[in-house]
């Protein structure tokens, strides 16, 4: 698995896409990988304030129900509502139609306590290990 050079990541799977003062927020191929088959994808609506580190929705597959945890805080602009129809979507392309919500920042400093994907991916060998 590839993880995407341009994004910032957690140690909770979670991915940031930064574009100025939003950034785009999903799931990592590995998590998607290790839950299985995605059936349904609880997301915060917009207007909703979240803060890095707690959760902000929940995910559930064939194996499990998972939380999902913010990396940023801020203000969510947008959910991705096509994933209450197809949430297969974070199965099959998790850093593109599979995104979760978009989130204005509200400090953008906490961008720099992400990891890189070299970082990210030496994390899941380790983790892995």
């Known amino acids: 698995m590839v993880s995407p050079?341009?994004?910032k990541?957690?140690?909770?799977h979670e991915w940031v896409r930064v574009e100025g003062d939003t950034g785009t927020i999903g799931i990592t191929d590995y998590a998607q990988d290790q839950l299985?088959?995605?059936v349904f994808v609880e997301l915060p609506a917009a207007g909703t304030a979240?803060?890095?580190a707690e959760k902000?929705?929940?995910i559930e597959s064939v194996k499990a129900v998972s939380e999902l945890f913010a990396p940023v805080s801020g203000e969510v602009t947008e959910a991705n509502d096509s994933l209450a129809d197809s949430p297969e979507s974070v199965n099959d392309d998790p850093y593109g139609d599979g995104w979760m919500v978009k989130v204005r920042f509200s400090d953008a400093a906490e961008l720099d306590g992400l990891m890189?994907?070299?970082e990210y991916e030496a994390f899941i060998e380790a983790e892995s290990a």
């Open 5 to 7: 050079s341009e994004l």
């Open 9 to 12: 990541y957690t140690k909770d």
């Open 36 to 38: 299985g088959d995605i």
């Open 50 to 52: 979240i803060a890095a």
């Open 56 to 58: 902000f929705g929940e």
């Open 116 to 118: 890189s994907a070299d």
